[in-house]
């Protein structure tokens, strides 16, 4: 099937044109400068970039994928979770397009989408498999069967999400936002074992409760805690260490109960999705880890795991496929939709 999938649950507006498993066009614009002097996304500014972006992003993906609408067999659109406002305004879209061109719409999660999005690199999802979402909002574990009818949770983070603890760090470090990328890159000059930073939930009396939980606050208070001691005696803060510790710290805790969440569900491939999931080192260690118990890990490539469209057509072109009942014409935008009801 040939679907046109639209995202507007944050920062980006993307427009993605998908048939089958194969990438036609990704058209992604973003409004992330405008949000950077405020050191966060703001709702109403986002919603405005988005109502203005949508017409030039979705003409931009049909010129790149060749096609004309109406040759697309349906609408995808990320019904939530997400900002109300921004999701509105992908929705009220969809919902013209669908009319419009009399084709079937699906209002699909976007949580869903960052895991099925890895089938447009990689092929075909392996299911079952683990799948581990971590963004700016979530960090999940999830069993995935069928990744059009539902997903089971099986653990996430009690506080923070890991994007948000790389975004705070970062704010710490004085380096800027989104606090992701930049610490990534400036974690490569530094040692990953400068400092030993707490591992979260990875003791053995958490492991009873919480053992595919996740816990990012305590060491986001620890970074803050160690840059105001360097600073209280007067010596520079190691900029580089910092970010390289603390990233591991992060990195490390994932990939092991990833593993061990596969491990316990006697499951052999784990797929990685999310905006952390373009981390550069989480995808090295993953790898490395995954290797020496023969576990397959599949991560898309950074472009794929940051929010986009062509997420969202992947997900809905699965929904065409496996033959799902669209959504209704009047579906809402439910801005904290359940990881657990991936079609509105
Ligand atoms: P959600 O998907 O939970 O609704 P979101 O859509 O805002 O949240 P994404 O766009 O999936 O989140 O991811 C954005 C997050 O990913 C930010 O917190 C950002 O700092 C983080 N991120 C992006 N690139 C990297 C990277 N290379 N390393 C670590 N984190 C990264
Ligand atoms: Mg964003
Ligand atoms: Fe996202």
New binding site residues.
């Given amino acids: 099937p040939l679907v046109l999938g639209i995202e507007t649950?944050?920062d980006e507006t993307g427009i993605g044109v998908v048939r089958g498993h194969t990438l036609l066009a990704d058209a992604v614009a973003s409004s992330v400068e405008e949000h950077a002097r405020f050191g966060g996304v703001v709702p109403e500014v986002a919603s405005r970039a988005h109502l203005e972006a949508m017409v030039p992003t979705i003409e931009r993906a049909c010129q790149e994928s060749g096609i004309k609408l109406h040759d697309v067999d349906a609408i995808a659109v990320t019904s939530g979770?997400?900002l109300a406002g921004a999701l509105l305004v992908g929705v009220a879209a969809a919902k013209a397009l669908a009319l419009g061109l009399d084709k079937p719409i699906y209002g699909v999660n976007?949580?869903a989408s960052?895991v099925a999005v890895d089938q447009l690199q990689h092929g075909p999802l392996p299911e079952p498999c683990v799948a581990m979402l971590v963004?700016?909002?979530?960090s999940s574990l999830l069993k995935v069967t069928d990744i059009t009818v539902g997903v089971d949770p099986m653990g996430a983070t009690i506080d923070d999400?890991a994007?948000?603890a790389?975004?705070k760090v970062a704010r710490l470090l004085g380096l800027g936002f989104?606090?992701?990328?930049v610490?990534?890159r400036t974690a490569t000059s530094g040692s990953s074992i400068a400092i030993d930073f707490p591992r979260g939930l990875t003791a053995r009396r958490d492991l009873e409760r919480h053992r595919f939980d996740f816990s990012f606050s305590g060491l986001k208070t620890a970074v803050a805690r160690w840059i105001e001691a360097k600073e209280r005696s007067g010596e520079p803060v190691p900029v580089a260490d910092v970010a390289a510790s603390f990233q591991e710290a992060v990195v490390d805790v994932l990939v092991r109960k990833a593993l061990d969440a596969a491990s316990s569900e006697g499951i052999e491939d784990i797929v990685i999705g999310?905006?952390?999931a373009?981390?550069?080192r989480l995808r090295v260690l993953a790898e490395e880890r995954a290797a020496k118990l023969g576990i397959l890990v599949r991560v898309p490539r950074p472009g794929l795991c940051?929010?986009n469209g062509a997420m969202v057509a992947a997900l809905g072109s699965e929904m065409v496929a496996r033959g799902r009942t669209p959504s209704a014409l009047d579906l809402p935008a439910d801005s904290s939709q359940p990881v657990t009801s991936v079609l509105a």
């Avoid at 989104?178 to 990328?181: I, M, R, S, V």
């Fill in positions: 649950s944050c979770p997400g976007h949580l960052h963004s700016g909002g979530h999400a994007g948000e790389f975004d989104p606090g992701g990328p610490i990534d999310g905006g952390v373009a981390n550069s940051t929010d």
